[in-house]
């Protein structure tokens, strides 16, 4: 696609259930990355996958979250048993970026998925 | 420990005023990038520059420009003669290249809300 696209847009859910949260980077982009915009912690880094493998997962808060990447393209976060502390923007990015490049290449961001667990 | 410091919370400024965003940065490694990215309301991170430790060279583009000083530990953002459109939130952020692959596990400032009046 010509952007970087999130689904769902927003979603409200209770307290303890899962939800998962879908994101398609742009057509051809190796990287994919997840990161979280709260009002308590600002952006933070969640995942990093290269492909449908994931060197750093170092920025998930718990074992509550996972995420997976398929076919090199669509990747979902899951949260399972939602907490209120849960409740931020959850961003999406991907990257054009050969294994091995060491650039630090800039990153084209979806407009998030608003989460909100009541 | 890696830090990004953006202390400007908000900013409000008549349009054609110019504006100087202020970014300082702390970190161990002698190769890291800086970036600054852009958060209009629609949500998404758009990107705005790259910078790489070992070029301290100003940068201008169009009303933006960029001065970087290693001796201070800052990379501030100053737009000349502010338009209504560039109300937004602005991110700056860091990426150190020590990191395997030099992927973009990119820790961000708390932004600054720069906020443009007719």
């Given at each position: 696609?010509?952007?970087?696209?999130?689904?769902?847009?927003?979603?409200?859910?209770?307290?303890?259930?899962?939800?998962?949260?879908?994101?398609?980077?742009?057509?051809?982009?190796?990287?994919?990355?997840?990161?979280?915009?709260?009002?308590?912690?600002?952006?933070?880094?969640?995942?990093?996958?290269?492909?449908?493998?994931?060197?750093?997962?170092?920025?998930?808060?718990?074992?509550?979250?996972?995420?997976?990447?398929?076919?090199?393209?669509?990747?979902?976060?899951?949260?399972?048993?939602?907490?209120?502390?849960?409740?931020?923007?959850?961003?999406?990015?991907?990257?054009?970026?050969?294994?091995?490049?060491?650039?630090?290449?800039?990153?084209?961001?979806?407009?998030?998925?608003?989460?909100?667990?009541? | 420990?890696?830090?990004?410091?953006?202390?400007?919370?908000?900013?409000?400024?008549?349009?054609?005023?110019?504006?100087?965003?202020?970014?300082?940065?702390?970190?161990?490694?002698?190769?890291?990038?800086?970036?600054?990215?852009?958060?209009?309301?629609?949500?998404?991170?758009?990107?705005?520059?790259?910078?790489?430790?070992?070029?301290?060279?100003?940068?201008?583009?169009?009303?933006?420009?960029?001065?970087?000083?290693?001796?201070?530990?800052?990379?501030?953002?100053?737009?000349?003669?502010?338009?209504?459109?560039?109300?937004?939130v602005y991110f700056c952020a860091l990426s150190e290249a020590r990191l395997s692959g030099g992927y973009n596990k990119l820790i961000f400032g708390a932004g600054t809300?720069?906020?443009?009046?007719?």
């Amino acid at each position: 696609g010509a952007g970087v696209s999130q689904s769902p847009s927003n979603k409200v859910t209770e307290k303890g259930k899962d939800v998962e949260l879908r994101c398609d980077p742009i057509s051809g982009h190796t990287a994919l990355y997840w990161y979280r915009q709260s009002l308590g912690q600002g952006l933070e880094f969640l995942i990093y996958f290269q492909g449908n493998s994931a060197p750093d997962k170092s920025g998930l808060p718990s074992d509550r979250f996972s995420a997976e990447r398929t076919g090199g393209s669509v990747s979902t976060l899951t949260i399972q048993r939602t907490q209120q502390e849960d409740s931020a923007v959850y961003l999406c990015a991907s990257s054009q970026r050969d294994r091995g490049r060491r650039t630090n290449e800039k990153l084209f961001f979806g407009s998030g998925t608003q989460l909100s667990v009541l | 420990a890696q830090k990004v410091t953006q202390a400007q919370t908000e900013i409000s400024v008549v349009e054609k005023e110019d504006v100087t965003l202020d970014c300082v940065y702390e970190t161990r490694d002698t190769t890291y990038y800086l970036f600054w990215y852009k958060q209009p309301p629609s949500g998404e991170l758009v990107f705005l520059i790259r910078r790489n430790s070992f070029d301290e060279q100003n940068e201008i583009s169009g009303r933006y420009s960029w001065n970087f000083q290693k001796s201070t530990s800052s990379f501030n953002f100053t737009i000349t003669a502010s338009q209504v459109v560039d109300s937004a939130v602005y991110f700056c952020a860091l990426s150190e290249a020590r990191l395997s692959g030099g992927y973009n596990k990119l820790i961000f400032g708390a932004g600054t809300r720069l906020a443009v009046h007719p």
